[in-house]
């Protein structure tokens, strides 16, 4: 059985998004760097101010977390969080944690067990994992799992067109008092470098059209395969279905080979207006179905991290999401400053100042 | 105590001293006060200064300065009070001549602001205000004064432009002041369309950072005839403080601090804001001179810019102020601006004052501010 | 570099962390451990709900070393629900919209960055206050037209 469940029911009693304000149109990108000869993939993305990072977008999607868990469950306490975990490729320190500064902010510390998890875009969807774990055992009752990416692509790269930002938060707890029950999960992974960034590398790299079939594709579609068959689920089974979406092309593509509608997928289909948040993208898909799921209905999410692995989770929503002192994630899409390519640079700090 | 008189002034120009280090600034001044008062020997000497620290990698001025102008082996030291280090050196000189310590202090005041780039100069003038809780946070010396204006006008109706008669007053005084860093007049034209430093407050608001040194030399009045035919009594001369940050004060714009100051100086000279001839005020900014005016006793709150707009601040005015350029066109080196103030009032007070002479002044006062009005020291000075 | 300094107030810059009077009730920020109202001792932490109104604010064109490549940039006293004024910066604004009485909420943001080697100094700022606005009929339409 490659189905993950833990012997005590564990579900998501708060979640919470956070993206980012500023919007590039990414037209701009393909004007200054192929004189407008590329179709950019998305339509825009978004772009952090310049004193944000990973820790601070974790900080408000994690706030926005707690104030729905305080709502959903009675016993809840930031105090009880038993874990802070940080999932991200672009942690502002690459030796020191991010989760201790999210930790504190919240006031979780200090019984709490935070760590920075890393495995490109799935890092949130591992950590998890881990969580449910965690909690599914009994040795916390409450866990924060948190994916959050500052995305980088170099300038004119074709990353550079997609690359975007933001942060989603989940609280894990005992499924009696969640919103959304995690019915189980599978993780499938192979050692398949499709896209990695070496020590002291601002950017990362990318093995070109590698990092669809071998990599992509084939992930995602056995995580969420294997996880299906061994619920004795069908995509019928699902009201939406989220996976990891790094252009809007690849989750429409994988979730119609998978059996998936397009109205099944549309709702947590985020990238054509944030971009690719990396850590944060399946993740934002899934914050934005939580925001307008109801009862009774079942999500299917599959996120990918290239290196290679893919995590599928089916989630039941148990009850709808209290939306009062927390914004939904449409709610930060809206919100939007475009910039233009010389501000997106600077706010990005890819001027050469020294 | 002993009675406390001014028997000696000293000056450098206020400007940018390229060619000038702090020591030979403070010399320059020292040795043209000695000069005045006929001394080549003085019993103390007390240095007013904030930034020698941030801005020229010195302290321990005090020994510094004393051999370096030839007084090896006396007494000497630093007094740092931010704006207002210089005032209170002087506060210190008037304690040990009053008190029968010493008989002839000397009291300088330098600042040498134009070695670092503007970026480093700002942040030490920032060391003025709450380091945690204010510079901590980015805001600038000038934006902690923006924030005072802004609220000032929102509060009691004012425009913008109600401010520039301050600036223009001072920049009209400086004319003929050969010691002013901007000896010229501006208009009300160019003070609206003056480039933004921290919005509201725009360029011609704002003093200049600037190098310079002033001295005086005190004595007890009793042997001051012995060097100066013109002695100035110290009347009073008080220094009261408040709370370092903004935010903590129960009233951001009143200036608690300087309305102590000037009233501790008023019942310790006997005398109250209609004896006053002239008053040398700090308009680092132009709020600060319209606060200072509300706190000191000229105008009731609120009604401090209504002076400026009625002009009852020029020198034939109901109290002149800034009667030689002020901070704003005399220039304002941050530790030695309180001494300018002092020697300024001085030359009013001689009758040296030339072009820019307040008929008839007797009573002069001049009150000097650290910060945003955390330390005030206010100054009382009578023609004897 | 300054770790200890920045370390020992964390609380305070990330959560807005101050004190309340046991005394007089007084709400306390920044923590000073003397009540300003009562003058009694005041230890007992307080985390302000990070709501309150600008008092005041000014725009930055010319920054203390530090602070370069934030430029321009808005402060503000900001008077706080619970009775305090704090100086912060305001985030996530254009300087032409921001009013006295606008209201904001607290933030956690970067504060300053101790050159590229150093800390990285977070720490509260405020922002125009985010309600949740209408639902947007036509975003899934428009998501799929681009698609």
């Known amino acids: 059985m490659a189905l993950m469940k833990s012997e005590r029911p564990v579900g998501i009693v708060g979640y919470g998004a956070y993206v980012p304000r500023y919007r590039l149109i990414t037209q701009e990108v393909s004007e200054i760097w192929t004189g407008g000869n590329t179709v950019s993939p998305v339509r825009e993305k978004a772009v952090p101010g310049l004193d944000e990072d990973v820790a601070t977008m974790s900080i408000e999607a994690a706030r926005n977390a707690v104030r729905r868990a305080e709502q959903v469950c009675a016993s809840f306490t930031p105090q009880r969080l038993g874990a802070v975990w940080v999932g991200s490729e672009s942690h502002p320190y690459a030796v020191k944690p991010t989760g201790t500064i999210v930790a504190e902010a919240l006031g979780a510390t200090p019984y709490t067990q935070a760590a920075d998890w890393q495995f490109a875009c799935k890092a949130g969807t591992e950590a998890m994992q881990a969580a449910i774990g965690f909690?599914?055992?009994?040795?916390?009752?409450?866990?924060?799992?948190?994916?959050?990416?500052?995305?980088?692509?170099?300038?004119?790269?074709?990353?550079?067109?997609?690359?975007?930002?933001?942060?989603?938060?989940?609280?894990?707890?005992?499924?009696?008092e969640a919103l959304v029950e995690i019915?189980?999960?599978?993780?499938?992974?192979?050692?398949?470098?499709?896209?990695?960034?070496r020590p002291h590398e601002r950017f990362p790299e990318h093995a070109g059209r590698f990092t669809g079939e071998p990599a992509y594709f084939h992930h995602i579609a056995s995580a969420a395969q294997t996880l299906m068959r061994e619920m004795g689920l069908t995509p019928q089974d699902f009201a939406f279905a989220v996976f990891h979406q790094p252009n809007v092309k690849f989750p429409l593509k994988v979730g119609a080979d998978l059996g998936f509608t397009r109205a099944q997928i549309q709702p947590g289909l985020l990238v054509n207006e944030i971009g690719n948040a990396y850590a944060g993208s399946a993740l934002l898909g899934l914050t934005a179905v939580l925001d307008i799921s109801q009862p009774g209905q079942r999500i299917l999410l599959a996120s990918f991290g290239s290196g290679a692995g893919s995590d599928a989770f089916c989630l039941r929503v148990r009850r709808s999401a209290p939306q009062s002192g927390a914004l939904t994630t449409r709610a930060y899409i809206q919100r939007r400053v475009p910039v233009n390519y010389a501000q997106y640079s600077r706010l990005k700090g890819n001027y050469v100042m020294h | 105590m002993r009675d406390v008189s001014i028997i000696g002034i000293g000056q450098t120009p206020v400007g940018e001293h390229w060619d000038k280090s702090l020591r030979v600034l403070a010399f320059e001044a020292l040795s043209a006060a000695m000069r005045d008062a006929q001394l080549d020997r003085v019993d103390a000497l007390y240095v007013g200064n904030m930034l020698s620290g941030e801005l020229t990698g010195q302290e321990h001025l005090g020994a510094l300065i004393a051999d370096f102008a030839g007084l090896r082996g006396i007494e000497a030291m630093k007094i740092e009070a931010a704006c207002s280090s210089a005032a209170a050196a002087l506060r210190i000189g008037y304690i040990a001549v009053a008190g029968g310590i010493?008989?002839?202090?000397?009291?300088?005041?330098?600042?040498?602001?134009?070695?670092?780039?503007?970026?480093?100069?700002?942040?030490?003038?920032?060391?003025?205000?709450?380091?945690?809780?204010?510079?901590?946070?980015?805001?600038?010396?000038?934006?902690?004064?923006?924030?005072?204006?802004?609220?000032?006008?929102?509060?009691?109706?004012?425009?913008?432009?109600?401010?520039?008669?301050?600036?223009?007053?001072a920049h009209r005084n400086a004319t003929n002041n050969p010691n002013a860093m901007f000896p010229y007049p501006i208009t009300a034209e160019q003070f609206a369309e003056a480039k933004p430093i921290a919005d509201p407050i725009n360029l011609l608001d704002s003093s200049p950072i600037a190098d310079g040194a002033a001295c005086v030399i005190l004595a007890p009045t009793s042997m001051a005839r012995e060097f100066t035919d013109k002695p100035v009594r110290i009347r009073a001369i008080a220094v009261a403080t408040d709370t370092v940050a903004l935010h903590d004060r129960r009233d951001p714009l009143y200036l608690e601090g300087a309305a102590i100051s000037t009233q501790k100086a008023y019942a310790a000279a006997n005398l109250g804001p209609s004896d006053i001839d002239l008053f040398e005020l700090h308009d680092a900014f132009t709020i600060m001179s319209a606060l200072s005016l509300e706190a000191a006793g000229f105008a009731r709150r609120g009604r401090g810019v209504a002076l400026a707009l009625e002009d009852e601040i020029s020198l034939r005015g109901r109290i002149p102020i800034t009667t030689m350029g002020g901070l704003k066109a005399r220039g304002h080196p941050v530790g030695a601006t309180g001494l300018y103030q002092i020697v300024e009032v001085v030359q009013q007070l001689r009758g040296e004052a030339g072009a820019n002479q307040v008929p008839d002044a007797t009573i002069g006062m001049a009150q000097n501010i650290g910060g945003s009005g955390a330390t005030v020291v206010t100054t009382i000075l009578e023609r004897i | 570099m300054e770790v200890a300094r920045f370390w020992r107030t964390r609380h305070q810059r990330y959560q807005l962390m101050g004190e309340v009077c046991p005394h007089c009730g007084t709400k306390i920020f920044p923590p000073r451990d003397v009540c300003p109202a009562c003058e009694g001792e005041a230890k007992t932490p307080f985390v302000f709900s990070g709501r309150g109104e600008v008092y005041s604010f000014s725009t930055i064109h010319s920054a203390p070393a530090g602070f370069e490549k934030y430029v321009p940039y808005t402060v503000a006293l900001v008077r706080l629900e619970e009775g305090p004024l704090v100086t912060a910066q305001l985030t996530d604004v254009d300087e032409k919209d921001v009013y006295i009485g606008m209201p904001v909420e607290m933030v956690t943001r970067v504060l300053r960055e101790d050159g590229e080697r150093g800390m990285i100094v977070y720490g509260y700022k405020f922002r125009p206050r985010l309600t949740q606005p209408a639902p947007e009929p036509q975003h899934a339409a428009e998501a799929a037209a681009a698609a």
């Open chain 1, 183 to 197: 019915e189980g999960s599978v993780s499938y992974v192979t050692d398949t470098p499709d896209f990695w960034r």
């Open chain 1, 135 to 176: 909690v599914g055992s009994g040795m916390t009752s409450f866990a924060l799992v948190i994916g959050a990416d500052s995305a980088q692509g170099r300038p004119g790269d074709a990353l550079e067109y997609t690359a975007g930002a933001g942060a989603a938060a989940f609280i894990l707890g005992p499924a009696e």
């Open chain 2, 102 to 169: 010493h008989d002839i202090v000397a009291c300088v005041g330098v600042e040498k602001m134009t070695d670092q780039p503007s970026s480093t100069t700002t942040s030490g003038l920032a060391t003025a205000a709450d380091a945690e809780y204010e510079a901590l946070h980015g805001l600038s010396f000038v934006s902690i004064n923006a924030l005072l204006m802004r609220r000032y006008m929102h509060e009691h109706g004012y425009k913008k432009e109600d401010f520039a008669n301050f600036a223009i007053n």
